[in-house]
């Protein structure tokens, strides 16, 4: 069974960057998602990534700020985010896609343990 662990994330001004990094144990995955869910919100889908690089899929409020890629060699793969926004905060997972909608919860397993990503206005 596919494990991803996360890590990346924290406290960061309006208009600021971060990187989140998601790292599988155990057999190759294929496509990958990032999700995020803020307190009272239900989990919503953010970016995902196809198992070559080639086919990225994003939020609309996010595109061009936010930029998935993955690194097959170190079975990593990464969320840039750039010029945050207050809106952005939330906790933010990876999951590895198992089949469906990229854009839903249900189509994903192996979920990471979350991490904390907070912007300040």
């Known amino acids: 069974q596919v494990q991803l662990v996360q890590s990346g994330g924290g406290l960061v001004q309006a208009g600021g960057s971060l990187r989140l990094s998601c790292a599988t144990s155990g057999r190759t995955f294929g496509s990958v998602g990032w999700f995020r869910q803020a307190p009272g919100k239900e989990r919503e889908f953010v970016a995902a990534?196809?198992?070559?690089?080639?086919?990225?899929y994003y939020l609309d409020s996010v595109k061009g700020r936010f930029t998935i890629s993955r690194d097959n060699a170190k079975n990593t793969i990464y969320l840039q985010m750039n010029s945050l926004k207050p809106e952005d905060t939330a906790v933010y997972y990876c999951?590895?896609?198992?089949?469906?909608?990229?854009?839903?919860?249900?189509?994903?397993?192996?979920w990471g343990q979350g991490t904390q990503v907070t912007v300040s206005s």
């Open positions: 999951a590895a896609k198992l089949g469906g909608s990229y854009y839903s919860t249900s189509g994903y397993g192996g």
């Open positions: 990534i196809g198992w070559s690089g080639g086919s990225t």
